[in-house]
């Protein structure tokens, strides 16, 4: 069982920059491939980036490419999502997520992830 707890969110006027941090503990964390997911009032959950278990490879949503990046420490116990040059369209609830442990590289589909954090807002003002 792993337990997520995300940090990292607030208010900030567009064009500004944050880091969300999520802290994992239980299980294993270095056998979970990760991910960062956001949901916006009325729209569905969608996956930001995705980072596979080592941390070598990544996948960034096309709207955030260029401009969020995600990282992980596996000795910490940690992932995160620096946001540069945040847009008012990113204002959303943001969710870490540990992948079923099959996974080597982090999925898309948020039917694959096995375990959440309890989200974190984030609030781009124009």
């Known amino acids: 069982q792993v337990q997520l707890v995300e940090s990292g969110g607030g208010l900030v006027q567009a064009g500004g920059s944050l880091t969300l941090t999520c802290a994992a503990s239980g299980g294993t964390f270095s056998s979970h491939s990760m991910g960062w997911f956001r949901q916006a009032p009325g729209k569905e959950r969608e996956v930001v980036a995705v980072i596979s278990r080592l941390g070598g490879s990544t996948r960034l949503a096309d709207s955030v490419k260029g401009r969020f990046t995600i990282s992980r420490d596996n000795a910490k116990n940690t992932v995160s999502l620096q946001m540069n040059s945040l847009k008012p369209e990113d204002t959303a609830v943001y969710y870490c997520?540990?992948?079923?442990?099959?996974?080597?590289?982090?999925?898309?589909?948020?039917?694959?992830?096995?375990?959440w954090g309890q989200g974190t807002q984030v609030t781009v003002s124009v």
């Open positions: 997520a540990a992948a079923r442990s099959n996974y080597v590289m982090g999925p898309s589909s948020v039917g694959e992830y096995a375990y």
